[in-house]
């Protein structure tokens, strides 16, 4: 087994096609194929199958994908390790995170961190926060960013902005004439209204659920939920439409939106970002420096 192999392995497996893996690699496709067959045969067993016009991997394939972008990985990171001996910064960082960091918050921050280290590449891909931690455990990202905690021993996270979530409606909403003398208004007001909602695995919903049943046991599947959307700013547009109300983090609103924010009485929805990547992972002098910079934040 070699690296090229691994490389090829790992193409197909992304592409989905011998071609275009060939294609990717400058390699012709009769060198693809020998690669794989020569892994095969060193492995004892088929790792790809053909379903329909895709090249899909096996159960064997499968299990030694993880292993084949982590030596890849350790690979790629140990070239880029020696780039600290003379000062060098380059190479691509991998990120990945969910909406409201990714959106609202990375714009800023790594703004920062390009004005520091102009030749650092920086690779990101916004999705939401399940998927994110997937990505990381399973070494196809460098950093991610998350709105909320996770248990998990191979994980590591560092906490580096505080959140608050509110309430969101149209202008025309009634909830306007429902506040309070501090501009709150009552959980009972909203349980009424239609929702417009994040699609699960949003942390921003996780976080809004997990405070619903600790301030009396209410849950989202009580709720008049008429819509999920996997945007926040598809969220927003349905809300000023007045389909329904929401709940985002005050990050993702500002006047230009033309939305009613409000804050819940008695119900404190916060929560906080944090910077995630895998312990195991093998960090270039690129991620280093963007984990010091985040650290110092």
Known sequence: MDIRQLEVFVSVCRSGSFSKAAKELYLTQPTVSSHIVQLEKELGTHLFERRGRNTV???????????????????????????????????????????????????????????????????????????????????????GF?????????????????????????????LKNKTNAGGEIRIEDILGFPFVLRKRGSATLKTFEKTLVAHGGRELGSMNIVMEVDSIEGVKNFVKEDLGVSVLSHHCISDQDELLSFNIEGMELKRQFYSVHHKNRVMSPSCQALLRLIKEK
């Open 57 to 143: 991997p096996t159960e064997a394939g499968e299990r030694l994908y993880p292993y084949a972008l982590g030596v890849l990985d350790l690979m790629q990171k140990t070239r880029e390790s020696f780039s600290a001996y003379t000062n060098e910064y380059k190479g691509t960082i991998q990120i990945v995170a969910s909406q409201t960091p990714g959106n609202y918050l990375l714009p800023r921050l790594l703004k920062t961190f390009q004005e520091q280290f102009p030749e650092i590449r920086m690779d990101l891909s916004i999705l939401n926060s399940e998927v994110v931690i997937e990505k990381l455990l399973n070494y196809e990202a460098d950093i």
């Open 146 to 174: 998350v709105g909320s905690e996770y248990d998990n021993d191979q994980l590591e996270l560092i906490p580096f902005e505080e959140d608050h979530l509110v309430v969101i409606a149209s202008q025309q909403s009634p």
